[in-house]
């Protein structure tokens, strides 16, 4: 028997340099910006932005400030946008570092360019087209764009981007997203503004809406190999699936018929069977609404969680096949290789494969292979 890691997702980076050239290649745009906000989906953000940049990312994309500093400190030196700020966020060290600004109000872009520095800082304003999440609004859009013309022929900023975000609701919201946008781009061109990048499209659209893919897609999902459509697996996309959830069978048991299994006994042997415990729970991200659902293959057979999923531990019940201490449960991955999908558990956990994911706790080793 090895001894490895008692929890580990395997990260793929190659898959997500391949990902990464495939959206690319089918989006077509001049730019392409790899989304590796919230520790890259899961996956590690150094690992995500290293696989993407080598598939040929333009430049990376994150929510926070700190999550920029953290891929710069680590030496990722290829542009980088973060555009969800705190109400008295510091861009400082931001734009020390080079990081572009998600500017969403005159407010932001004052508070940024009021402090002395020897970087111009680098911005892409957002523009709210009905989300109603972050970006000015159509009646704020106006002061906006005029403030960061006055600011940029006053050399204290440049506008390198325009951007929003689409709410996926439908294809008919999103072309009307998609048409405000465009008129806003308009206005700002107008008010003197001469921004390199339009973006707008995430990973849905980057495949689904070619009109939404302008000077460049955001592809968050995408990259790390799963589908954002319900409809369309990862296969069907072209893509692979980076990650690999598993963990070595911590032990067996053979039980009589009537034995229950873990807490509550929501689940109880039908027949003389044998439980396999395998060590992941909810506090590594196992969603416990999986329990009696989520999917595990063991020794090449599939099988379900039995009764309910625990804080570091759940059983499987694997009747009479020879499974052993040791063995390999793997959870989810690429389903080519005979995984479950990180959409089953999204399935069987009545949420999103961005979700299972991106919960994946510290406490599960990362393993990165090529
Ligand atoms: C997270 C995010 C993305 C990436 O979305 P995916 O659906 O994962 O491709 C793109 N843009 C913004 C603003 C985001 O917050």
């Known amino acids: 028997m090895t001894t490895g890691p008692t929890r580990e997702a395997v990260i793929d980076r190659g898959a997500i340099e391949h990902n990464v050239r495939a959206l690319r290649a089918a989006a077509h745009t001049r730019e392409f910006i790899a989304v590796v906000k919230a520790d890259g989906y899961g996956?590690?953000?150094?690992?995500?932005?290293?696989?993407?940049?080598?598939?040929?990312?333009?430049?990376?994309?994150?929510?926070?400030?700190?999550?920029?500093?953290?891929?710069?400190?680590?030496?990722?030196?290829?542009?980088?946008?973060?555009?969800?700020?705190?109400?008295?966020?510091?861009?400082g060290p931001a734009v020390a570092e080079g990081v572009e600004i998600g500017i969403s109000s005159v407010d932001q872009l004052r508070s940024l360019t009021g402090r002395s520095g020897s970087r111009t800082p680098v911005v892409h304003?957002?523009?709210?087209?009905?989300?109603?999440?972050?970006?000015?609004?159509?009646?704020?859009?106006?002061?906006?764009?005029?403030?960061?013309?006055?600011?940029?022929r006053e050399e204290r900023v440049r506008v390198d981007g325009l951007f929003s975000h689409l709410s996926g609701a439908s294809r008919r919201d999103d072309a009307r997203q998609l048409e405000l946008f465009n008129d806003a781009v308009s206005g700002?061109?107008?008010?003197?503004?001469?921004?390199?990048?339009?973006?707008?499209a995430a990973t849905a659209a980057a495949i689904d809406m070619p009109e939404a893919r302008l000077d460049a897609v955001r592809a968050g999902i995408g990259i790390y190999g799963l589908s954002p459509f319900a409809?369309?697996?990862?296969?069907?996309?072209?893509?692979?699936?980076?990650?690999?959830?598993?963990?070595?069978?911590?032990?067996?048991?053979?039980?009589?018929?009537?034995?229950?299994?873990?807490?509550?006994?929501?689940?109880?042997?039908?027949?003389?069977?044998?439980?396999?415990?395998?060590?992941?729970?909810?506090?590594?991200?196992?969603?416990?609404?999986?329990?009696?659902?989520?999917?595990?293959?063991?020794?090449?057979?599939?099988?379900?969680?039995?009764?309910?999923?625990?804080?570091?531990q759940f059983i499987v019940d694997v009747g009479d096949a020879p499974v052993l201490v040791g063995d390999r449960a793997v959870l989810f991955g690429d389903p080519l290789r005979g995984a479950p999908t990180a959409t089953e558990w999204a399935d069987a956990a009545d949420t999103i494969n961005y979700e299972i994911v991106t919960r994946i706790g510290n406490r599960v080793a990362r393993t990165i292979v090529e």
């Open 188 to 200: 700002a061109k107008i008010a003197g503004l001469t921004p390199r990048i339009r973006h707008l």
């Open 125 to 152: 304003l957002k523009f709210e087209t009905g989300l109603g999440r972050g970006g000015a609004a159509p009646a704020d859009w106006g002061p906006l764009i005029a403030e960061a013309a006055r600011l940029e």
């Open 231 to 312: 409809d369309r697996s990862s296969a069907a996309l072209g893509l692979r699936p980076a990650m690999t959830l598993q963990a070595p069978v911590a032990a067996v048991r053979r039980v009589r018929a009537g034995h229950g299994a873990s807490y509550g006994y929501t689940y109880r042997a039908e027949r003389d069977t044998t439980f396999a415990l395998v060590p992941l729970g909810y506090a590594d991200g196992i969603p416990r609404q999986a329990s009696n659902a989520g999917p595990v293959r063991i020794g090449g057979k599939r099988f379900r969680v039995a009764g309910r999923v625990a804080m570091d």
């Open 43 to 91: 996956h590690g953000a150094l690992t995500a932005a290293r696989g993407a940049v080598a598939g040929g990312a333009s430049r990376l994309g994150v929510a926070d400030l700190a999550e920029a500093l953290e891929l710069r400190a680590a030496g990722i030196d290829v542009p980088i946008i973060a555009w969800l700020h705190a109400p008295d966020a510091d861009f």
